[in-house]
Structure formats: C-alpha cells, structure tokens
C-alpha cells in the first residue's frame, strides 16, 4: 500500500474532504484516509446550517471567516453539482432567530447592532410580523431577527460531493483504513502508518474531528479534541408549516425538502456514546411544538446523534507545525464545521502552497496561545 502522495489528510469528514477538493483541484495527488466510511460521523449528524448571524452571539474573527465561507457557497453548489452530479441542498433564503420575552428581543437588538456595523443585513419583526410571513408560527413568539443572508444545506450530501470532486481530480479515498500514527524522520513528516500498512506523504493534515487528541498531541500535550454529542430528529408533514429555519439559542427547526423537518440538537460534552434518549425526544419535541404547534400533527421519521469536535482551546486547530516539517491540523469546528468547511478547505490548500496570509486566524490562534506558522 505505500504510494507516494503529496498530501495524506486524516479523516474523510467534511473538514478532511473539503481540504482534499481544493487541494485536487490545484493538482496535487491527495489521499484522504477514512477509519469508517466517508462522512459517517459528525457531517453526517449535521442539520447542515449556515448559520452566520444565528450562531454568533459576540464579534470573533471567526465570525470573518464563516461570513467569507458563507459567500463561497453558491458557487461551490453549482460547481459541485456540475462536477459531480451530487445536489447539495444549498437553500439561501435566510433564517429567523426568534425571541419569546421582551428581555430575548432586546439580547437580539444588541447582536443584530454588532453585527450591522460589520456590513451584514438582518431586520427586526414583531411577533405579529413574523406571523404575516409564516403563519403558524406560535403566539409565544414576541419576535425574531431575520438573517436573509443565512442559508442551510444538506451536511452529508456537501461532505461526499467534496469527497467525490477530490476523486474525479485524481485523489485516492481509503475508507475502513484508521490511522495508528504519523511517521516522521529528522523532525520531518514522511507518511502515515495504517490499520492497512504505510501510507507514504510529503505532508499529512489531521483532520479526524473529535477523535483527534492522540494526533495532535504532536502539537503540543494541551492540545486535543473531545466528543459534544447532539441529538436530532425529523418528521414530515405535508402541510407546508414553515418556509425557513427557525433557531433560538442553539435549537432549530429546519424544513428540509419534501416535507422534512429537522429538529435539533441536544449538547452533551465528553461522550462517545452515539444513542438516542427518549427525554431527548421528549425535551425537542416539547420546544419544536412551543415554536410551530402544527408539528403535533407531523409524521414521525427518525431520530440520530452526532459527536461535535470541540477543541480545548475553544477555537479550531487550523496551522502548519513550528518545526515538525510537513505536519498539519485543520480540526475543531465543533457547531460550525458546514458552514466553516469551504474557507477551511481554501484556507489549508493556501497554507500549504505558503500563499496564505490571514492575520485574522493569526490573530485568534495567537490570542489562545497556539504555536502555529502560519
Ligand atoms: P467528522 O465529520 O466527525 O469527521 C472526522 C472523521 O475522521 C470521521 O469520519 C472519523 O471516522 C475520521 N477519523 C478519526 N480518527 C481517524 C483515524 N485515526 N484514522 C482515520 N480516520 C479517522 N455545523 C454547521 O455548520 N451547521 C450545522 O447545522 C451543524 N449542526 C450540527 C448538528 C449536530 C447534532 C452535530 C453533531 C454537529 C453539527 N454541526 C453543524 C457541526 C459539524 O457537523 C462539525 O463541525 C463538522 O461535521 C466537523 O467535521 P469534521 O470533518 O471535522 O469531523
Ligand atoms: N450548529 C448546530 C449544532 O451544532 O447543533
């Protein structure tokens, strides 16, 4: 098994295949080795928002990178679909976060102020605004921010398309293949060693999500990742219930095509335990039903979890090592690696072909004291 690659990317969720695509496309022999099937875990768990405005409370230069990520999606979609045939669900119609106290509403003036000064649109809507434009919306609702810029797609469909286009650009996919451990020499990355043999690279990109920590204790012995478990559901309705998704403080309902609503998620830190709990169910069908009664009437489908890739630090582990030559990490996403996964993809191909030069991620890795070069 020991060809030689220019770049060996550690796990095929989308974080590794997003890296794989950009790096195809710009010519380089990619592999991308998956322990399980490419994007089974967390992308595939994903509810799939873009949800730039929805989910960040406070100004981070984080919040730079996923508004410069969201604008890449419209034509990532239509390339992707022409290059794969895979439709990725890209949907652009906005979200609402919604308010159920005078005191919420409030919290959402002073979020949708900051992030008016950055450019980004959104408008305030009285509860009675927001029901002139979806109608079964609950009287509970005192009103909501409207994000029109704010999309959502379907997680696992973006992850295999990114995979695919790596694929048809010359990348080898190596699924049911775990990496043990990186080989180096002299402080110098030669290769991965496989549940299946050497895999040999110039570079190696960690990009395994939340089982990451033994690799990136290359880094350093602080660094690592750990599991955030959400769960979800979805049932469908033919009666069209709402045109766009709802979210309230890390909750969301969101239609999905043919009837689909996605209803999510539960935060639970520290487990690898994937099983859905019926007071889960219980406590995301009680809020959903709060928001959008008409669900009592919904048809049940189906329920999962995923394990969120947290990282220590807070903030995504996305540089080039000091002095190990040829080592890379771009994992730590945690609730935002959909929306984050076309600038991760661009941002890493730019590192490696030392194009890259984003004082913004500079700046929110020096301000948690990462040792990155980047
Ligand atoms: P993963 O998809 O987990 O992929 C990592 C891969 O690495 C896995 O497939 C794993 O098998 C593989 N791997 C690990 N170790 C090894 C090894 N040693 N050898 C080989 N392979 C290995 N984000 C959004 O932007 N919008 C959302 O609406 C959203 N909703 C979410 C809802 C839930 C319930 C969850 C759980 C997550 C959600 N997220 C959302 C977050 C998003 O799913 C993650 O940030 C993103 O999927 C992380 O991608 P990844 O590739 O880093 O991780
Ligand atoms: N971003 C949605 C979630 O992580 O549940």
């Keep these: 098994m020991s060809k030689i690659y220019d770049i060996a990317i550690i796990g095929g969720g989308i974080i590794g295949s997003s890296i794989a695509h950009f790096l195809s496309e710009r010519g ?39 508004r410069k990520s969201r604008r890449m999606f419209k034509g990532l979609s239509e390339k992707l679909r022409e290059k794969t045939g895979i439709d990725i669900g890209y949907e652009e119609k906005g979200i609402y976060r919604i308010a159920k106290s005078d005191e919420a509403a409030e919290k959402l003036l ?45 997680a696992p469909e ?47 990109i960690i990009a395994s999500g939340a089982w ?41 309902i969101v239609p999905k095509r043919g009837g689909r609503y996605v209803i999510g998620a539960t935060v639970k830190p520290h487990t690898y335990n994937k099983a859905v709990y019926a007071e889960s169910i219980q406590y995301l069908m009680e809020r959903a039903i709060g928001i959008l009664p008409g669900l009592k009437e919904a048809e ?26 040829g080592l890379y990490s771009c994992t730590g996403h945690y609730r935002n690696g959909i929306l984050l ?15 890259q030069t984003n004082s913004l991620l500079d700046s929110l890795t020096r301000r948690e004291g990462l040792a990155f070069k980047n």
């Design 28 to 66: 380089y022999k990619v592999a991308v080795i998956e322990k399980g099937r490419i994007a089974s875990e967390a992308s595939k768990a994903a509810a799939g928002l873009l949800g730039v405005q929805a989910e960040w409370d406070e100004y981070d230069p984080l919040f730079d990178m996923a």
């Design 158 to 204: 973006l992850a295999r398309a990114f995979a695919h286009s790596a694929a048809i650009s010359g990348a080898e996919i190596y699924e049911q293949t775990e990496v043990l451990d990186i080989q180096m020499e002299h402080n110098r990355v030669t290769g991965v060693v496989t549940s299946e043999g050497m895999i040999s690279s110039d570079k190696v």
């Design 341 to 355: 996964s076309p600038i991760s993809g661009e941002y890493m191909a730019d590192l490696l072909e030392e194009k």
């Design 212 to 252: 990451s920590t033994k690799l990136l204790r290359h880094f350093d012995k602080s660094w690592g990742t750990y599991p955030v478990k959400g769960e979800l559901l979805s049932v469908k309705s033919y009666k069209p219930l709402l045109t766009i998704p709802v979210f309230e403080d890390g909750f969301y």
């Design 300 to 325: 049940w489908e189906t329920a999962w979890a995923g394990l969120r890739p947290q990282s220590q630090h807070s903030v995504p582990y996305m540089g080039k090592h000091p002095d190990i030559q």
């Design 110 to 154: 002073q979020i949708m102020k900051w992030q008016q000064q950055t450019g980004e649109e959104s408008h305030f809507l009285s509860g009675a605004a927001l029901r002139e434009k979806e109608p079964n919306v609950s009287q509970s609702i005192v009103g909501a921010a409207y994000y029109p810029t704010d999309g959502h797609v379907i």
